[in-house]
């Protein structure tokens, strides 16, 4: 057995840190997986375990004809933390699955958990997208048709999502051979979660080709070809950070030979969390996503052949829930949302932003947010009891992202334009938030406040709900910023 990794059961195995390149890889060779399932964690030990126990024991029932590869990438443990729960909870999981497996079906499956600090030493970076890269590495040894990437505190029943993947694969195969395959998750999100999917993402993959708005979503899957191109791709610290799934996701849209996928998969049962709170992750999610968008342009010109001319959006394969055999399910409830954090982060946290909000939007634009601004720090100051934000609703919201688009497609200014879209959308997050709790009744600051530590809507209003008032929305609101995508170049000429 290799120093790095030790054997800790039948084809269970654990890593330490800085595992060098190929270590990983020569097991996964030997052991010649189909199907390789990989969790990238950080701080999942509360829910890893059941996670590997989950996998496992819906790979037995699914995949029983299929060697199946279960990898952890670890970013909970590094030289400082020394913290290796999520590791250690990830074999316990695995013992305990494969406890109750005959022999022939514990040959079928393997266990690996390790971290990924110190992996491609030379240009390591501490983020989810390192893991990925480890693994994308690792498998090159391997002949698996297929990686489904999987977020680590996903609580979901496996076995209705891998019987979804497993019928993509036949699906694939028999209609499109030749083709490689990009799977998307569709699913309910709470009301509050998936910011940047619901505002940023989604409309910017339209100026690629296709509305693909689960491209970051946290659980994909990809074809061995798909792998193949993450292998060569420009690994650059956005990518390697929190950036890597919009990067895999605008890549796959823009190779003609993928067929893109999205699947209904009921809900995406996890711990919510608040990615609309001015942080680096946002800036790092939107910096990939406009680093892609320049580099498709100067590669040839699609941007802008796309935005000038009456181009259609290309379609995607789309499986409802008929087709997956998944209904509705209710994402539940959260504490995350706070509306008086988000007003005050707003009204304290504008100046880290204004320079570049300044630079990036027309003097009009950049004026009406600092009024607006006002408006919402006196609406704090003096404890009225209605709900006052920045008053960016979606329509100002899509007239902003066109500004911001035509800024740094003439500028390339990335970094001004990635700051000043992590304040803005935030603020229109917010706004949209807001909206939905006055959908559901709740019109004042008050209101809000007593329902906020138990955020949710009840089950016989749930699916209708987050049909209508959320999923619709968000969709209309993607493609009126596609219909409309000529106010970009309007954008354009006034700075050129």
Not at 41 to 53: A, K, Q, R
Not at 186 to 207: E, K, M, Q, W
Request: a negative charge.
């Amino acid at each position: 057995m290799h120093k790095f990794i030790k054997q800790e059961g039948k084809n269970v195995f654990k890593g330490i840190a800085k595992p060098p390149r190929g270590a990983l890889g020569k097991i996964l060779a030997e052991f010649d997986p189909e199907i390789i399932i990989g969790h990238p964690t950080f701080h999942c030990e509360d829910n890893i375990g059941s996670l590997v126990y989950r996998d496992l024991e819906s790979a037995r029932k699914v995949f029983n004809d299929n060697r199946v590869a279960v990898i952890i990438a670890d970013g909970t443990y590094n030289d400082k933390s020394n913290d290796t729960s999520n590791i250690e909870a990830a074999i316990t999981g695995a013992k305990k699955a494969l406890s109750g497996f005959t022999d022939q079906e514990t040959k079928n499956v393997l266990v690996y958990a390790g971290p990924h600090e110190g992996y491609d030493s030379a240009h390591f970076s501490p983020g989810k997208g390192n893991a990925f890269k480890m693994i994308f590495e690792e498998m090159e040894a391997t002949r698996a048709k297929a990686i489904l990437l999987l977020d680590g505190d996903l609580r979901n029943d496996m076995t209705p999502w891998q019987r979804v993947y497993k019928k993509v694969i036949a699906h694939h195969e028999k209609h499109y051979p030749g083709e490689d395959f990009f799977v998307t998750a569709r699913y309910a999100r709470h009301i509050v979660d998936a910011s940047l999917t619901r505002n940023v993402v989604g409309p910017l993959t339209t100026l690629m080709g296709s509305y693909v708005p689960g491209g970051i979503s946290g659980d994909i899957m990809l074809s061995t070809g798909a792998v193949t191109k993450e292998r060569i791709a420009n690994w650059n610290d956005a990518r390697r950070n929190y950036g890597t799934d919009i990067a895999t996701t605008f890549d796959n849209i823009a190779d003609p030979n993928t067929r893109i996928y999205e699947v209904y998969l009921g809900a995406k049962l996890h711990d919510v969390t608040d990615d609309a709170k001015l942080s680096i992750m946002p800036g790092q999610v939107i910096g990939a996503a406009l680093e892609r968008i320049l580099y498709y342009e100067d590669l040839d010109t699609r941007i802008t052949h796309r935005i000038e001319n009456d181009v259609p959006l290309e379609k995607i394969v789309v499986w409802n829930s008929d087709q997956t055999n998944i209904d509705f399910i209710n994402p539940g409830t959260t504490n995350v949302f706070n509306i008086d954090a988000k007003r005050n982060a707003l009204a304290d946290k504008l100046d880290n932003f204004k320079g570049d909000i300044k630079k990036v939007l027309r003097p009009s634009s950049y004026e009406e947010i600092i009024s607006n601004h006002k408006i919402l720090t006196d609406s704090i100051n003096s404890k009225t009891d209605e709900i006052v934000l920045m008053s960016i609703s979606q329509e100002r919201w899509i007239e902003l992202l066109y500004e911001v688009t035509g800024y740094v497609m003439v500028t390339k200014d990335i970094e001004s334009s990635k700051k000043a879209l992590n304040y803005l959308y935030t603020a229109a997050f917010v706004e949209f938030c807001s909206e939905k709790l006055k959908d559901l009744g709740y019109t004042t600051l008050s209101a809000v406040r007593d329902i906020q530590e138990n955020l949710g809507i009840g089950d016989s209003k749930a699916k209708a709900f987050y049909s209508e008032k959320v999923d619709k929305v968000v969709k209309a609101l993607a493609l009126r910023f596609y219909q409309g995508r000529s106010r970009i170049i309007d954008r354009m000429k006034e700075l050129k």
